[in-house]
């Protein structure tokens, strides 16, 4: 079938893009052609989704039957998807656990008990939660919007696990939280995520899905250990005391990805993917997806810049350095 990824030349649409190549698909992305190419064998169709007449134009002879959107960010490029992408069978959309009004701290119960943000402002959980409305209405019945959770593997430009990797892998003292080191946390492989989207699409299934990995599916220190154990550096933990963390304004998530203050980290991680499960989203074991992060990352020359103006996490040198001359 004819699939189209909106989004495809970055980290999770390539691996759409490639998962509906290697399924027998006819595959085009759609972009504005700034951040790269498709993969070899996916053609490239260019515009931006941002612009009304974009779509129309770059589909004229090319009508979908599939669509997988990973790359709507603004409430234009969902009405945009909305009006042009209607009469497709099966349309899977990337959105996130930020679309509920409640997370964090969540913790996130089954999809159709939990609110979504109602709000009108252009934050990034109230516009993926209005784009699910204003897309899911144009498609009823074939409409699955997948609230992806935190998504790691090879490509990834926001490079929260590969900040990790690279601080680790040069060893010696590194500065890690004293709390919440058995805290449960789950992910979703991109590659997991990217062909379970395109069966999904293939299949019409509707509705929303906490799109992660089983709560618990790892521990937040036994993801350091992992990461030691893959780039076989010498690291010596030194564990912080989060009051001491949050008084160096360490900032979390950001300064040391994927940390959370104990009392948040608590019920965030806590995320129900009983539907996930049932409707077969994969979750390969997380040392693979260390190990094939590193590979990646090692045979990249200069990390591009993280998406739709992120900041790049990892503690900032100065302040590690602060935080370990008094321990
Ligand atoms: N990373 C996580 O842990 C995480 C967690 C939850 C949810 N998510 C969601 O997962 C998705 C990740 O998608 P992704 O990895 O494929 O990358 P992405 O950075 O969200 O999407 C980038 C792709 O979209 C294209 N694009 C950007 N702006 C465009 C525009 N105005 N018009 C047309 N194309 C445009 C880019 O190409 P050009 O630049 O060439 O246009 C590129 O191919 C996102 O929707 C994100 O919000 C991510």
């Not at 919007?145 to 040069?170: H, K, S, Y």
Request: hydrophobic share 40%.
């Amino acid at each position: 079938m004819r699939l189209l990824v909106l989004g495809g030349t970055s980290f999770l649409g390539r691996h759409v893009a490639t998962a509906a190549l290697d399924r027998g698909h006819d595959v085009a992305t759609f972009t504005r052609g700034v951040s790269g190419s498709p993969p070899a064998g996916a053609r490239a169709l260019h515009g931006d989704r941002d612009d009304p007449a974009a779509l129309p134009a770059a589909l004229d002879g090319w009508p979908p039957d599939l669509v997988v959107d990973t790359s709507c960010q603004t409430r234009a490029a969902a009405r945009n998807a909305a009006a042009a992408l209607g009469g497709v069978r099966g349309y899977a959309f990337v959105s996130s656990l930020n679309a509920y009004a409640t997370w964090p701290p969540g913790p996130i119960g089954p999809e159709d008990d939990e609110p979504t943000w109602l709000t009108d402002d252009d934050e990034y959980g109230p516009v993926k939660a209005s784009a699910e409305r204003e897309i899911g209405a144009a498609l009823p019945g074939r409409f699955l919007t997948a609230r992806a959770g935190l998504i790691a593997g090879p490509d990834d430009r926001v490079d929260r696990l590969g900040w990790w990797l690279r601080r680790i892998a040069r060893g010696g003292r590194v500065v890690v939280p004293a709390e919440g080191w058995d805290q449960p946390i789950a992910l979703v492989d991109v590659r997991d995520l990217a062909g379970w989207l395109v069966e999904m699409a293939e299949q019409g299934v509707p509705g929303a899905v906490n799109a992660t990995g089983p709560t618990g599916m790892a521990t937040y220190g036994g993801l350091l250990e992992l990461c030691r154990e893959v780039t076989g550096g010498d690291a010596e933990w030194v564990p912080v005391p989060e009051a001491d963390l949050l008084a160096a304004d360490v900032e979390p998530w950001l300064h040391l990805p994927l940390w959370l203050p104990a009392e948040t980290a608590r019920t965030a991680w806590d995320v129900d993917t009983t539907r996930a499960r049932e409707l077969g989203l994969p979750s390969r074991p997380l040392a693979q997806t260390v190990t094939d992060t590193w590979a990646w990352l090692r045979g990249v020359e200069e990390l591009p810049p993280p998406p739709h103006g992120l900041p790049r996490p990892g503690l900032p040198p100065e302040r590690e350095a602060a935080l370990l001359a008094s321990r």
